[in-house]
C-alpha cells in the first residue's frame, strides 16, 4: 500500500517562508505526478503545484505563482514546496496527493479525482 508521508508547515507571520516535504513509500516507481493541493475550511480544495518524479516537469496555480516552488528533495521519493511571502490568504490546510506509478503531470494536474493516493494533510497559519 502506498503512503504518503508530510511533515513541515506551522506558523508564520505575512511575508515569511515556509516548506512542507511529502515522501512517498514504498518508492516503486520512477516516474510518478506528486502535487500539493491546499483547502481553506467551507471552501473546495484546489490545486496549488505539481511535480512529476521522473521528468522534473512541474505546473502551478496562479494563486501561488512566483511564491512557492515545488521541486524533488534529497531523497528521490521526496517532493518538496517551499512556500515564500506568505499572505494571510495562504493559511489552509495542504494536502500531498499521488498519482500512481507510472504517470508524469499533465495539463489536467489539478483534478482531484486523478488522484490515488494523499497524505493527512498539514496546517499552515499566515497571520497579518
Known amino acids: 500500500q502506498v503512503q504518503l508521508v508530510q511533515s513541515g508547515g506551522g506558523s508564520v507571520q505575512a511575508g515569511g517562508s515556509l516548506g512542507l516535504s511529502c515522501a512517498v513509500s514504498p518508492y516503486n516507481a520512477n516516474k510518478r505526478c506528486m502535487t500539493w493541493f491546499r483547502q481553506v475550511s467551507g471552501k473546495e480544495r484546489e490545486g496549488i503545484a505539481s511535480?512529476?518524479?521522473?521528468?522534473?516537469?512541474?505546473y502551478y496555480g496562479d494563486a501561488v505563482k512566483g511564491r512557492f516552488t515545488v521541486s524533488q528533495g534529497n531523497a528521490k521519493n521526496e517532493v518538496i514546496l517551499q512556500m515564500n511571502s506568505l499572505e494571510p490568504e495562504d493559511t489552509a490546510m495542504y494536502y500531498c496527493?499521488?498519482?500512481?506509478?507510472?504517470?508524469?503531470?499533465?495539463?489536467?494536474?489539478?483534478?482531484?479525482?486523478?488522484?490515488?493516493?494523499w497524505g493527512q494533510g498539514t496546517q499552515v497559519t499566515v497571520s497579518s
Open positions: 496527493a499521488a498519482k500512481r506509478a507510472g504517470t508524469t503531470c499533465g495539463d489536467n494536474w489539478s483534478e482531484q479525482p486523478r488522484y490515488a493516493y
Open positions: 511535480f512529476s518524479l521522473g521528468n522534473g516537469t512541474t
